[in-house]
């Protein structure tokens, strides 16, 4: 595969409320640098496969059964205010500069862009979104937020469905 079609190096992860069946025309920007360095992981989902005998002969039959979706998986570091509320949902007070986790994890369904350096994108119009603060407070390390998500199928009012991601090279 050529160099200029591999995606390497995080520039950007945007995230926001998607739109009708479509990503969002609003999202977030978190920058490169606020990515942990090594942190991102995207795995496309699996195929789930059941193998059939056959009566009368030793011969098999596979077919597939189902499928798992895309998930990916990074590391965000300085996320506060109004972005861990949408991320971790929670609220967020201004004045005293306190994000108050809430009560229950709400199910967070927003739309996520990331960015390469070269400008290619993995886009998930509509997905499925868990994060939680992790890591190790001290001197050498950092607090973040953990961010997961799962792919799903966006699917507009009118009941059209789209692709759970996108690979976009440029």
């Known amino acids: 595969m050529a160099k200029e079609t591999n995606i390497r190096g995080v520039a950007k992860i945007e995230i926001g ?3 009708d069946g479509v990503v969002g025309t609003t999202l977030t920007e978190f920058d490169g640098s606020t990515v942990v360095l090594n942190s991102l992981s995207l795995d496309g ?5 059941t193998t059939i005998a056959t009566e009368g002969n030793d011969s098999y039959l596979t077919v597939s059964t189902g499928s798992s979706p895309a998930t990916a998986t990074f590391r965000l570091l300085e996320v506060v205010g109004d972005s861990a509320v949408m991320i971790l949902g929670g609220a967020y007070d201004s ?23 070269e400008g290619n994108k993995v886009v998930f119009p509509y997905a ?8 190790s407070i001290t001197k050498s390390e950092l607090l973040s937020l953990e961010v ?10 009118a009941g059209v469905e789209g692709a759970p991601y996108e690979i976009i090279h440029v």
């Open 148 to 157: 997961s998500l799962t792919a799903n199928t966006p699917v507009s009012a």
């Open 45 to 49: 989902g699996d195929t789930d496969e």
């Open 95 to 117: 004045v005293s500069k306190t994000w108050s986790a809430p009560k229950a994890r709400p199910d967070k369904y927003l739309s996520v862009i990331i960015t390469d350096v």
């Open 17 to 19: 409320l998607p739109g």
């Open 128 to 135: 499925k979104i868990n994060g939680k603060y992790s890591g």
